[in-house]
C-alpha cells in the first residue's frame, strides 16, 4: 500500500506528524509539509519538520512547492491520502479545485482517479461556508473525519486520545491496528 499524508497548516499539526509515525513499516508514505505546518509545529511543539523521519525508511518526504513531484501524477499509483489536519484554507482550495501547491495537486489527482481520501478539518466552530465546503466534498465520495473523540475507549491521556483519533483514521483508510480500546 502506498499513501499521501499531507500535514496543512491548522492546529495540531502534530497529530499528522503522529499518525505517520505510527503508520506500519511495510506501507510505503508520501509526507507533504505545508509552509504554515511548518510554522504551527515549531509554534505549538518546537518541532522542526526538516528532518522529522529521516529515520523512518518507508517515508519520503517531499515539499509542497515541488509540483513535479511523483504523488501530482495519476500515473503514480497511491492508493490512498489523509489530510491531516486540514486546514480551512486547504479544504475551501479542495472544495473548488485548486492545485497550486503539490498538497492540492496530489488531492485533485486523487479525487480525479476516485481513489481513497480522508480529510480531517481542524477547526471550530464550523460556518457556513466550511460546511457547504465539507458537504460537497463529502458528495464527492471523500471522507470528511474531523479529531473527535470517542468516549467509549476510556482515554486516560492526551496520549490516549491521540491513538484513539489516529486509530479511528487508520480504520477509516483500512489500516490494521489495535491503537485503542474499541466497543464490545
Known amino acids: 500500500m502506498k499513501i499521501t499524508v499531507a500535514i496543512s497548516g491548522a492546529s495540531g499539526s502534530n497529530l499528522g506528524v503522529n499518525f505517520v509515525k505510527k503508520i506500519p513499516k511495510e506501507i510505503e508514505v508520501f509526507v507533504v509539509f505545508s509552509k504554515s505546518a511548518k510554522t504551527a509545529l515549531k509554534l505549538e511543539n518546537g518541532i522542526s519538520a526538516n528532518k522529522l523521519f529521516e529515520e523512518y525508511k518507508n517515508v519520503t518526504v517531499f515539499k509542497d512547492s515541488n509540483i513535479g ?12 491520502m489523509i489530510i491531516l489536519p486540514c486546514s480551512m484554507n486547504t479544504l475551501a482550495k479542495c472544495a473548488v479545485g485548486i492545485s497550486d501547491s503539490l498538497i492540492t495537486r496530489a488531492f485533485t489527482v486523487m479525487l480525479k482517479e476516485k481513489r481513497d481520501i480522508v480529510l ?40 490516549d486520545m491521540e491513538n484513539f483519533l489516529i486509530g479511528k483514521w487508520f480504520d477509516l483508510l483500512k489500516i490494521d491496528n489495535n491503537l485503542y480500546k474499541r466497543w464490545e
Open 69 to 80: 513531484a511523483s504523488i501530482a501524477s495519476g500515473s503514480f499509483k497511491v492508493d490512498k
Open 120 to 159: 480531517a478539518p481542524r477547526e471550530m466552530p464550523l460556518n457556513s461556508i466550511v460546511l457547504e465546503n465539507m458537504l460537497k466534498l463529502s458528495n464527492l465520495g471523500i471522507t470528511i473525519a474531523p479529531p473527535v473523540l470517542g468516549y467509549y475507549s476510556a482515554q486516560q491521556s492526551l496520549v
